[in-house]
C-alpha cells in the first residue's frame, strides 16, 4: 500500500519561507519520480517542482528561483524548501509519485503522470 504523508504547511508572512516534508512508505523507493503540486482556491491543480531518483528537478516558472526540492532516499522523504514566499503562493501543496519508464522533463510536471498522492498541506502567505 504506498502511502505518501505531507507535513511542513503552515500560515507565514510574505518574504518568509517554509519547508514542506513528504514522507513515502509502501513501495521500492529507489526507482521513481516526485513532484509538488499547488492548488489554489478556485484554481486547478498545478506542478510547481519535481524531482526523480538521480536527484534531477524540475521546477514552474512561477516558482524557478525561490523554491528547491530535494530527495533524501535514506530517509524515504521529499522536501519542499520555499524562501521568498509571495501571497499568491498560498494554496494546498500535495505530494505527487509513480515509478515506471523514463517520464520526459517536459511531463514530470504534469498531473497525469503521477500515480499516488498525499492529503496535502496547507500554506497561507499574508
Known amino acids: 500500500h504506498v502511502q505518501l504523508v505531507e507535513s511542513g504547511g503552515g500560515s507565514v508572512q510574505a518574504g518568509g519561507s517554509l519547508r514542506l516534508s513528504c514522507a513515502a512508505s509502501?513501495?521500492?523507493?529507489?526507482?521513481?519520480?516526485m513532484a509538488w503540486f499547488r492548488q489554489a482556491p478556485g484554481k486547478e491543480r498545478q506542478g510547481i517542482a519535481s524531482?526523480?531518483?538521480?536527484?534531477?528537478?524540475t521546477y514552474g516558472d512561477s516558482v524557478t528561483g525561490r523554491f528547491t526540492i530535494t530527495k533524501d532516499n535514506v530517509k524515504r522523504t521529499m522536501y519542499l524548501q520555499m524562501n521568498s514566499l509571495k501571497p499568491e503562493d498560498s494554496g494546498m501543496y500535495y505530494c505527487a509519485s509513480n515509478s515506471g519508464p523514463y517520464l520526459p522533463f517536459s511531463q514530470r510536471l504534469d498531473i497525469s503522470a503521477y500515480k499516488y498522492w498525499g492529503q496535502g498541506t496547507q500554506v497561507t502567505v499574508s
Open positions: 509502501g513501495y521500492t523507493y529507489g526507482d521513481i519520480y
Open positions: 524531482v526523480d531518483n538521480g536527484g534531477r528537478t
